[in-house]
């Protein structure tokens, strides 16, 4: 009788840290950095279809970039997203989650307990596009049903939340949402993947804070906006027109299970220490 070939399976961390770009004809071990502008064509023609978006060509820097995307490929790995956009921040990650999927008229259902910055986006800039939201207990999920309104396009809820580490179940949530046919997009930058998946439970969108623990040393700004291919096509046809786009020097100096290599795998062993030992302000 035949053996049964056992097809390997692979953690997250372990997937994330094999990708990387094609390498050149230097044959470099690791990865290079791309800090350019723009790109080259063989020909006209190359450059005609790279514009027309006939292929998967590099364009300019503000589009695409290797650098930013070995570090979007990767962190689509650890949180089993199809697909990412990376950007300059953790809040033009939200913001541009936001704007991707909501205009004039529609309603956002938020967590009260979330990001300041965040705070300032939903209560200040917002309603200057006549969206307007409701804030929910996040220790109260029992309450979110009743507070969906018609025009409700999507709940956000960042979890655990930060500073105040609150939490919610992400399952539950998830099912309102399927059942309402809105949006849940989850900030889990104080997670990471490490944690929690959002997207396993879920979730329609995941949005980062590179800036915390994904770094976790303090160095860098970055964000990225995680989810299905056709939902970050939205971010990214927003994203590419405003230009928050993740510069390549901060994306290699964020990319898990590299240059990032101390923070992914260190945050469960951070989480369990108390928390009196590991209070250090990441932003």
């Known amino acids: ?20 770009p094609g390498r050149t004809h230097n044959m470099e071990h690791s990865s290079p950095m791309y800090l350019t502008s ?25 589009f695409s ?40 008229g529609d309603h956002l259902l938020s967590s009260a307990s979330i990001f300041g910055s965040t705070h300032t986006v939903i209560t200040k800039f917002l309603p200057k596009w006549n969206i307007r939201h409701t804030y929910f207990d996040l220790t109260k999920p029992e309450t979110i049903e009743a507070l969906i309104q018609p025009n409700t396009k999507m709940i956000f809820v960042e ?48 949005t980062h804070s590179a800036t915390k623990w994904l770094d976790g040393q303090g160095r860098v700004l970055g964000g990225i906006v995680l989810g299905k291919k056709e939902l970050v096509d939205e971010v990214y046809a927003f994203c590419r027109s405003t230009g928050p786009s993740l510069s ?3 994306a290699a100096a964020s990319k898990p299970c590299t240059c990032g290599w101390n923070a992914i795998p260190a945050t469960p062993f951070r989480w369990r220490r108390p928390w009196k030992a590991t209070s250090t302000w990441n932003g």
Do not use: W
């Open 1 to 20: 009788m035949k053996k049964r070939k056992v097809k390997p399976t692979y953690r997250p961390e372990t997937k994330a840290i094999r990708i990387q």
């Open 38 to 62: 723009s790109f080259c064509y063989e020909d006209s023609e190359a450059m005609r279809a790279a514009f027309a978006d006939e292929n998967d060509a590099y364009i300019y820097s503000r």
């Open 65 to 104: 970039n290797p650098t930013v995307e070995e570090f979007t490929q990767r962190m689509s790995a650890l949180e089993g997203a199809e697909s990412g956009f990376a950007t300059a921040s953790g809040m033009s990650a939200i913001f541009g989650s936001f704007m991707a999927f909501l205009k004039a």
């Open 159 to 206: 979890t655990p939340s930060n500073p105040g580490l609150d939490l919610i179940d992400l399952e539950t949530v998830a099912k309102i949402a399927k059942k309402h046919n809105v949006l849940l997009n989850v900030d889990n930058c104080f997670a990471t993947p490490a944690i929690q998946r959002p997207l396993d439970f879920g979730a329609d969108l995941v």
């Open 248 to 250: 390549p020097f901060n």
